[in-house]
């Protein structure tokens, strides 16, 4: 039981370049989450999925699209990096119970713009 | 707008006790969670409060006034273990989760 997996662990683009973030769990829970991690700002989050199917955005978006490829996968793309979204990439999922949503979180995603 | 106050650092000794405290401003509310991180590491859930009081989890004591906007993580018989960076956040909404931001747990020997 691997909880939540990101690939990959570090990343270094060029300002203008794209690439996608990948995200998995194995809990068979159905919301998933991308959230962003700049010192001493805490965790924002970018976009979530309630169920397979359903994507929403969150309080940062602009400049990442999601998708919700299956029940397990949730995928964040950047389609033009730019040196603003230098950050470590958290993804996490979570299922209710006692309607409240603990949330797994995966290792991370470090990434530099330049 | 939507804040979430909590102080920057807290230094205590191994085997005290020490309070984290987290004030919050937001346009929803439906509970006051805690996530504990180490350093380099991914954030871990601690406890969750929805409603007013105290829920106790070992070691770790969470605390939620909703009257007054306010919470706090009780830990008690520190441990070296327990240096870390220890995040409130508040469930504004169904899925949608506001995270302060942070306070840096010393504990010293």
């Known amino acids: 039981n691997a909880g939540v997996t990101q690939t990959p662990k570090f990343q270094v683009l060029k300002t203008g370049q794209s690439m996608t973030l990948q995200c998995a769990q194995d809990m068979n829970h159905n919301s998933m989450y991308w959230y962003r991690q700049d010192p001493g700002m805490g965790l924002r989050l970018i976009y979530y999925s309630a169920s397979e199917g359903t994507t929403d955005k969150g309080e940062v978006p602009n400049g990442y699209n999601v998708s919700r490829l299956n029940k397990r996968e949730f995928s964040l793309r950047l389609e033009s990096a730019a040196p603003s979204q230098t950050s470590v990439y958290f993804c996490a999922s979570s299922e209710a119970v006692r309607g409240y949503h603990e949330q797994y979180f995966g290792p991370g995603t470090r990434l530099t713009v330049t | 707008g939507q804040s979430l106050e909590q102080p920057s650092e807290v230094t205590a000794v191994e085997g005290a006790i020490v309070q984290i405290n987290c004030t919050y401003q937001?346009?929803?509310?439906?509970?006051l969670s805690w996530y504990q991180q180490h350093d380099g590491g991914a954030p871990t859930f601690l406890s969750y409060n929805g409603l007013d009081g105290l829920e106790e989890t070992g070691r770790f004591s969470s605390f939620l006034s909703r009257s007054d906007s306010y919470g706090y993580l009780l830990l008690q018989e520190l441990q070296m273990k327990d240096s870390a960076s220890y995040f409130c956040?508040?469930?504004?909404?169904?899925?949608?989760?506001?995270f302060g931001t942070g306070t840096r747990l010393k504990v010293l020997a």
């Open positions: 956040a508040v469930k504004g909404g169904t899925y949608k989760y506001i």
């Open positions: 937001t346009s929803g509310f439906y509970g």
